[in-house]
């Protein structure tokens, strides 16, 4: 984020520290995540002033700051030469995922949530994307959330603020 890109049309060779997450097997553990309440006519609140966004907007600056931040697109690859980075294209697909949870009661949808961040969490693949992006619907009359992962091979605290401002001024 905010980086110069780089002209990296394939494989190349990786950073020793990144070696260290494949080698560990542990690339699950190592994400960088936030869940936001959203209002609900769709605008996401927090401390960062991220107003007023609805969702097909939200949808919109998540694949523009995907597509526009070729360090997100990072995956890993594995194979006889040894351990090699390569950036996915980005084909303009969706990359937020909805989950509605209208229909679980209400005083069982924040340990759903929990539960289904957890798995989100763990669905990270080092040779897949790095990223995740959900919405959660928890019915007309209550806020839903949103939930952001990264793995940390891609993005570290630093990260949070240039991405907040990112999706704020998308």
Sequence with gaps: LGAPELDAPGPFHSLPNKHLF???NSEHHWNISQLFEVDNVN???????????????????????????EGLRHCLIRDARGIHETITPYAGENVLDLVDLSAVPAELQSAEIERLAGGFQQSLSLTERLYKF???HLGCDQPGRFLYIFHHVIFDGYSVTIFMSELHDK
């Design 22 to 24: 494949v080698k560990r």
């Design 43 to 69: 605008h996401v609140n927090h401390v960062n002033h991220v107003n007023h966004v609805n969702l097909a907007h939200l949808r919109q600056a998540l694949g523009l700051i995907i597509e526009e931040n």
């Design 134 to 136: 959900v919405y959660f």
